[in-house]
């Protein structure tokens, strides 16, 4: 056989004994009795650690003053002076800015005079009450001494009627003369008159009594109109000064002034379209407000601990809490206002500072934690997947709190315990796994220190 086909043929057959090595690798080795072995998974294994599990909700905010207030004019006035520019601190009450209004001074003295008026009137009718008071006394001092002059008259008039039968009997009888029976007659009738007078000065005596007391009356309601005279008069007067007190701006509340349209000589005019003389932000308090998704609504309450990071600031993280919710969502967002309220007694937290508000919602220290990738849910029951002796085996567990990277482990797993860390899912229970050890975190280069942004 010729050389160069010999040569063939020996490649030719080593080529065929390279392939079937080759198909040889792919198959699983046998056992002694025949029969493939099973695949080994090789698995990254976790234990179980203590963590603070937190669940938050952060959301962008800027902070704002807890009050601010448009000051505008009440009255109009020409500007006389003004003592507060921006940046001013000023305290509840502290005069800003006067008004000068000439007229509304005019009028409250004249105000202040009917009430010098008033009093004076109702002096006049004190003592014209008196004066009606003793009328009424001398009316009836003399009914009853009239009274009794009608007592005298019948007595007379009764013994002069029975002189008077006397006698006629006696003319009669022819003991006494005509001229005594005509004298007794006169007598008598003089009685009568008498009586008939006094009995006409009664009536004019107790007309009297109820004219006095009529003007009695009269008195006492003047008494009273000038009371009620004084009175109006007095909330004249207040409402005037009330108007005039507008002439003096004050700051509603300790704060520091924003912004100042105001100068002197300026003429005010009152409303609220105008534009204001000053705005004031008060200065102690600052407020953050986030929108709270709706997912996160139902568990942001008030008091919930929050973290406040400032833009402006980098590094400073203000605690605080949730001061109050708004309770009901707002329709067009589907969010829940939520306000926190920071104290600022050196006024460093300026309004108007981007914000980042991290409200903690619910928080377990301390607390047994897997890995969220360790977790596994199926039929509405939880599970992790242990490494025991070599074999995955499903460990059904009880699970709390979740922050979205650790979630706690109520029961289910000992801290010791080897867990897979994650794609466990596609693991039989009781399948053989071999383990193998997480990297390595890489070192910092040099130079570079680690730290939170």
Same mark, same amino acid.
């Given at each position: 056989m010729p050389r160069t086909a010999l040569s063939f043929i020996n490649g030719l057959?080593?080529?065929? $004994?390279?392939?079937?090595?080759?198909?040889?690798?792919?198959?699983?080795? *046998?056992?002694?009795?025949?029969?493939?072995?099973?695949? =080994? /998974? @090789?698995?990254?294994?976790?234990?179980?650690?203590?963590? /603070?599990? @937190?669940?938050s909700v952060g959301e962008p905010g800027e902070l704002q003053a807890f009050e601010t207030a448009t000051i505008h004019a009440r009255i109009p006035g020409y500007v006389k002076s003004w003592t507060a520019n921006i940046g001013t601190h000023v305290k509840k009450g502290q005069v800003i800015a006067e008004l000068s209004v000439p007229e509304l001074e005019a009028d409250v003295q004249q105000k202040k005079a009917a009430i010098d008026q008033a009093i004076a009137r109702r002096r006049? +009718?004190?003592?014209?009450?008196?004066?009606?008071?003793?009328?009424?006394?001398? +009316?009836?001092?003399?009914? /009853? *001494?009239?009274? +009794?002059? !009608?007592?005298?008259?019948?007595?007379?008039?009764?013994?002069w009627q029975a002189e008077f039968r006397r006698v006629e009997q006696l003319f009669k009888d022819r003991a006494q003369t005509g001229s005594l029976v005509d004298e007794t007659r006169n007598k008598l009738h003089s009685a009568e008159a008498t009586r008939d007078e006094v009995t006409a000065q009664v009536t004019s005596a107790e007309v009297a009594v109820i004219q006095a007391r009529a003007a009695l009356e009269q008195a006492h309601s003047d008494v009273g109109a000038s009371a009620a005279a004084i009175e109006v008069a007095q909330a004249e007067a207040r409402h005037?000064?009330?108007?005039?007190?507008?002439?003096? $701006?004050?700051?509603?509340?300790?704060? !520091? !002034? !924003?912004?100042?349209?105001?100068? %002197?000589?300026?003429?005010?005019?009152p409303g609220a379209d105008r534009p204001p003389l000053y705005v004031i932000a008060r200065s102690d308090i600052v407020t953050i407000w986030v929108a709270i998704p709706e997912v996160f609504a139902p568990a942001v309450n008030p008091g919930d601990r929050a973290e406040v990071k400032l833009q402006a600031i980098p590094g400073r993280i203000i605690q605080g809490k949730v001061t109050r919710i708004s309770w009901a969502l707002d329709p067009k967002v589907r969010t829940l206002r939520a306000e926190i309220d920071i104290p600022n007694p050196d006024a460093k937290l300026q309004p108007g500072l981007y914000a980042n508000a991290i409200i903690i919602a619910e928080e377990h220290p301390d607390v047994? %934690?897997?890995?969220? /990738?360790?977790?596994? #849910? *199926?039929?509405?029951?939880?599970?992790?997947? +242990? =490494? =025991?002796?070599g074999k995955a085996v499903r460990r059904p567990v009880r $699970?709390?709190? #979740?922050?979205? %990277?650790? %979630?706690?482990?109520v029961s289910g797993i000992n801290e010791g315990e080897a867990v897979i860390r994650a794609n466990a899912a596609s693991l039989a229970d009781g399948q053989v796994v071999e383990v193998i050890e997480p990297p390595l975190p890489a070192p910092a280069p040099a130079g570079k220190r680690g730290g939170t942004a």
């Open positions: 057959a080593s080529v065929v $004994i390279l392939l079937a090595m080759a198909a040889g690798c792919d198959r699983a080795p *046998e056992d002694k009795v025949g029969q493939p072995a099973l695949r =080994v /998974t @090789r698995v990254e294994v976790i234990h179980p650690e203590r963590h /603070t599990v @937190r669940r006049l +009718a004190g003592a014209a009450v008196k004066v009606a008071e003793a009328n009424v006394e001398a +009316a009836r001092a003399n009914l /009853t *001494e009239v009274q +009794a002059g !009608i007592k005298r008259a019948e007595a007379d008039l009764v013994r005037a000064e009330a108007l005039l007190g507008f002439a003096r $701006i004050e700051a509603p509340f300790d704060g !520091i !002034i !924003i912004q100042r349209n105001v100068d %002197t000589g300026d003429l005010t005019q047994m %934690t897997l890995p969220v /990738t360790s977790i596994l #849910s *199926e039929q509405g029951k939880d599970y992790c997947v +242990a =490494v =025991v002796e $699970i709390g709190l #979740s922050d979205g %990277t650790r %979630t706690e482990v």
